[in-house]
């Protein structure tokens, strides 16, 4: 029985109910980065009991994972069979706090732990820098380290590899192009074609450090934004036919041959 990993995004987590699966034995690890999973905390975090609206408990304990540090013991504790990396939440900045480092998604935004002594004066460092990209290096280069000596040695690392769209299929049916500037976050804009550029780096440098990854990606062809996706229109968040193809190819390195796929 596969016990899987999810290192990434809503595109890898999403593609569960093509494969006709329920997510069991699934642990799924979003909004961090690989430098923030081997960072240290940032100090002392109050922890709200509840979600702090507008999160939901899930996304509020992935902020709390990436504030505590916690993923790494879970990971291990999981033992999965196989670890799945997909890029696509790396397109949020880096916070620097004191020694600690923590990624600064929208849920961390709205979470109101910015206001907390440890991360009130946290200093920003751009996605796209140079600073950022050493951050991300090191911490490839940690992830390497941590799977080799650690039981994760053995289980089956898989890069989804996955870009952000330049069209998307309307509402209607029809097709329109997505800006070259995109708003990501409440007055956050990113371009698209640099973070592209970003992620075709980061893939590079992936299958660099884990030569023996598997990879599966779905074709230009289907690499198309949906206005009627289930969480709104995203550069990443894809037509059926996208997940339908990754689906194709991943489902039988999970589930074995007899793996099909399932209208959604």
Do not use: C, N
């Given at each position: 029985m596969s016990r899987v990993a999810i290192i990434g995004s809503c595109i890898t987590r999403d593609l569960w109910p093509y494969m006709?699966?329920?997510?069991?034995?699934?642990?799924?690890?979003?909004?961090?980065?690989?430098p923030s999973l081997f960072?240290?905390?940032?100090?002392?975090?109050?922890v709200a009991p509840e979600p702090p609206p507008p999160l939901k408990r899930h996304t509020h304990n992935a902020v709390v994972a990436d504030l505590t540090k916690s993923t790494l013991a879970a990971l291990v504790r999981h033992r999965p069979t196989h670890i799945i990396f997909d890029f696509i939440d790396e397109r949020f900045d880096l916070l620097a706090a004191g020694p600690g480092l923590v990624?600064?998604?929208?849920?961390?935004?709205?979470?109101?732990?910015?206001?907390?002594?440890?991360?009130?004066e946290a200093r920003r460092i751009p996605r796209l820098s140079e600073g950022a990209g050493l951050l991300w290096r090191q911490g490839l280069a940690e992830m390497a380290a941590f799977?080799?000596?650690?039981?994760?040695?053995?289980?089956?690392?898989?890069?989804?590899?996955?870009?952000?769209?330049?069209?998307?299929?309307?509402?209607?049916?029809?097709?329109?192009?997505?800006?070259?500037?995109?708003?990501?976050?409440?007055?956050?804009?990113?371009?698209?074609?640099a973070h592209n550029a970003l992620l075709r780096q980061y893939e590079a440098d992936f299958l660099t450090q884990f030569p023996a990854a598997l990879v599966v990606a779905a074709p230009d062809d289907q690499v198309i934004a949906d206005e009627n996706h289930q969480w709104g229109l995203s550069p990443f968040h894809y037509v059926p036919g996208y997940y339908q193809a990754v689906c194709g190819q991943l489902a039988p390195l999970l589930f074995g041959a007899e793996a099909g796929l399932q209208p959604v």
């Open positions: 006709g699966k329920d997510p069991f034995d699934l642990l799924y690890v979003a909004r961090t980065s690989l960072a240290e905390a940032p100090g002392r975090i109050d990624t600064h998604s929208w849920e961390l935004e709205v979470s109101g732990y910015l206001a907390q002594p440890a991360l009130s799977l080799a000596l650690t039981p994760l040695r053995e289980a089956q690392v898989i890069l989804h590899r996955a870009h952000w769209a330049d069209r998307y299929r309307t509402a209607r049916g029809g097709m329109a192009d997505l800006e070259t500037s995109l708003e990501i976050m409440a007055g956050h804009f990113a371009s698209r074609p």
